[in-house]
């Protein structure tokens, strides 16, 4: 009878151009270990394991292969997601009834978990519910969201690689809107319903011979229409073109979000938003005579793998690396974090911390960050981003179009 | 006295990825020209020869310089662009007589202008009222626009780059969809007013694993509402995630619009479009329970340099030296323009049309492309496309974002 542990690993919560690169990370660490026997992946995330539904990793990755190589360049998620959230073991143990006996099923003794800080909550609830019951299984969460708003993290992957696709994009929108010489405003909506960190990241699209954008907003600062108006106005006597990002969780002076038609709210309380470009739209049009355009980033800030940031895809990967080391060393309850040593040089070191530190907890840009006029970004925000959209990834076209891996897994 | 020549090029109608990569073409056959002195650029197009708005591109660009191969990768229009139409000279010739008066003053003989079948009534206008008056000055149009929808060219440069931003993004977009178990519906609105070109490139994004867009609506084709709802139904019956790419300028049987707020006309009679794809996002959330969303696409399948089509550049370029070696040759009157003469190893020749034939005109997607259900296009129609979105073009990034030339002269 072997002596060797089978482990596992899911993802969980939105995508990311990065959350692959962690998987990959695992999956290499993995295969490099004497102790490890099969590596599996679950199916959209945890409702995988209460469905037994796993696929086996160890065949299709090897490493140095073309495989791995192309997973890391893969947005999106490989293994799928799901937004499910575990209810309290005191109230309802029947989930982690569940899943530790398909662990004890499969001999998985290590469960890395790679998601945003509702997936971490996961992590805590499934971590302290072994170490109450003495279950020999260590479980381990990788961070990762492009909203960049967990804690005890300098800052999370997937977070770069979107902050490089909205600074180059906001840079190619201004090229865009600048060949007329009539007036004009620009919106783009960046995403973010609390954390501002995204939308911070459009100033890294001024260069030498463009400040687009112009006006910046996020939702750490409350929102006057009055004021957005006179700031619109006040720019439109300084120049033709007016680029402005603004993040699509703003909220006025009343904390209720300016999206003109929020649909509903979401299994874990978040109302879902869609609009916030298209009412200051309709606003400037109403209260200003030029030409506006609004224009939604949308999912594809999160999902353009080929324009991904070499900085981020590398730092996913070694936090995949750093998290199968933890469990190995016989950690568990914990994330895989880094944290900035310099920021020019640019270096990071990895660590770990308990989990339930980051788990339902999320952090915003410091009011410090934004301009006193609430329309800005300051200079340490912009230098506190930079690093991380460095360093581009070279990418394999097949047909004229990127070459990803197949996820024809998640269509059975 | 100097017997040498001035040339003028200037620019016109929306921007392209391809269009900068004309302009170089022309001024590299014009600085290898022994009869040209000075390469002027109008700025904002035949508005600037009317205003003398002209600045001297002879001293910022230089054969082999960086300045020509970083305009060939810059998006959008370094000499900006305008939509202005000339009146009739039998009517009004005032226009006229000032732009020949500052050919004249300049030493002008040849115009080139860059744009598409409104640019190319200018041309015609021109060339015309040149040639009625005696007067030694050889206009030439170059064809740009991402529509593809001019007549006496196999394509249009500026075409293949938009579609491969598009067939990308489609795969981007369904790697981001496919990752929940549940129902999900995801609109992706492209250009197009009458043309479904655009649209038709969506189909690129087929790959080995992935078959969205499972529908595909361009605007030549008369859209039901009713038959929408029934294919998206049919679609939910055989997958989870259904992607559907659709022209901005679908039109019911009656010809109207489908656009639930169309926002007036513009200059040339154009209806101004918005909101196809939030139409369909609430007709199918009124009518089929399940998770939808639609994603616009907007000015960035226009503008996104960072992944254009190594073909279409390429071709603009040479366009662009066509161009001027019409000129050269004593040529007016007339348009660049290239000729497929195989698909499989894919060549063009270049070649020229009298402009008069392309003025005005507008070239659709032939029905027999669109398959008989309305909702697909034929392998015809990929093949067509399939050569144009061929090879990727090295770009410099410069603090993580691509390294575009200057166009500070626009905002003076």
Chains 1, 2 share one sequence.
């Not at 309290?88 to 029947?94: A, E």
């Not at 995204?198 to 112009?214: N, Q, V």
């Not at 609004?294 to 981020?312: F, G, K, P, W, Y």
């Not at 609430?374 to 047909?399: A, C, F, S």
Request: glycine fraction near 6%; proline fraction near 3%; include cysteine.
């Amino acid at each position: 009878m072997s002596l060797k542990i089978n482990c596992l690993i899911a993802q969980s919560g939105g995508p990311t151009t990065a959350i692959n690169s962690s998987l990959a990370g695992v999956i290499h660490q993995a295969l490099q270990s004497t102790n490890v026997d099969k590596i599996y992946g679950s199916l959209n995330g945890i409702q995988g394991v209460l469905k037994d539904d796993l696929i086996d990793l160890t065949e299709t990755f090897h490493i140095d292969s073309n495989n791995l190589s192309t997973l890391i360049n893969t947005p999106s998620m490989f293994l799928g997601s799901c937004r499910y959230k575990l209810s309290d073991p005191l109230v309802d143990d029947s989930d982690y009834r569940t899943i530790f006996q398909l662990f004890s099923n499969y001999n998985i003794k290590y469960f890395f978990y790679i998601g945003g800080n509702d997936s971490m909550d996961t992590v805590n609830k499934l971590s302290s519910f072994a170490l109450k019951h003495n279950i020999d299984v260590r479980v381990i969460g990788i961070p990762k969201t492009i909203d960049n708003d967990l804690t005890c993290i300098d800052h999370t992957p997937g977070f770069g690689s979107a902050a490089k696709y909205i600074a180059s994009s906001i840079l190619e929108i201004s090229h865009d809107a600048y060949i007329y010489d009539t007036k004009s405003v620009s919106i783009v909506e960046i995403m973010g319903r609390n954390a501002g960190w995204l939308t911070a990241a459009s100033a890294l699209a001024r260069t030498g011979y463009s400040d687009a954008p112009h006006l910046i907003y996020l939702p750490e600062h409350p929102f006057s229409t009055a004021s957005f108006v006179n700031d619109v106005r006040e720019q439109l006597q300084k120049r033709n073109h007016v680029i402005i990002a603004v993040s699509e969780g703003i909220k006025d002076p009343a904390g209720k979000y300016i999206s003109a038609n929020s649909t509903g709210t979401d299994q874990f309380g978040h109302v879902m938003l869609s609009g916030t470009g298209k009412y200051l739209e309709n606003l400037i049009k109403n209260t200003i005579n030029c030409k506006v355009r609004s224009i939604e980033l949308n999912v594809l800030q999160r999902c353009a793998s080929h324009i991904s940031s070499r900085t981020d895809l590398d730092e996913a990967y070694e936090l995949g690396k750093k998290a199968f080391n933890l469990a190995d060393q016989g950690e568990t309850a914990k994330m895989a974090t880094l944290t900035r040593t310099s920021n020019i040089p640019y270096t990071v070191t990895y660590g770990s911390t308990n989990v339930s530190n980051v788990a339902n907890v999320e952090k915003c840009v410091p009011r410090e960050w934004i301009t006193v006029s609430g329309n800005d970004v300051t200079k340490e925000l912009v230098d506190y981003i930079y690093p991380l959209i460095q360093g581009e990834v070279p990418l394999t076209y097949h047909n004229g179009i990127p070459a990803y891996l197949s996820v024809d897994h998640l269509f059975r």
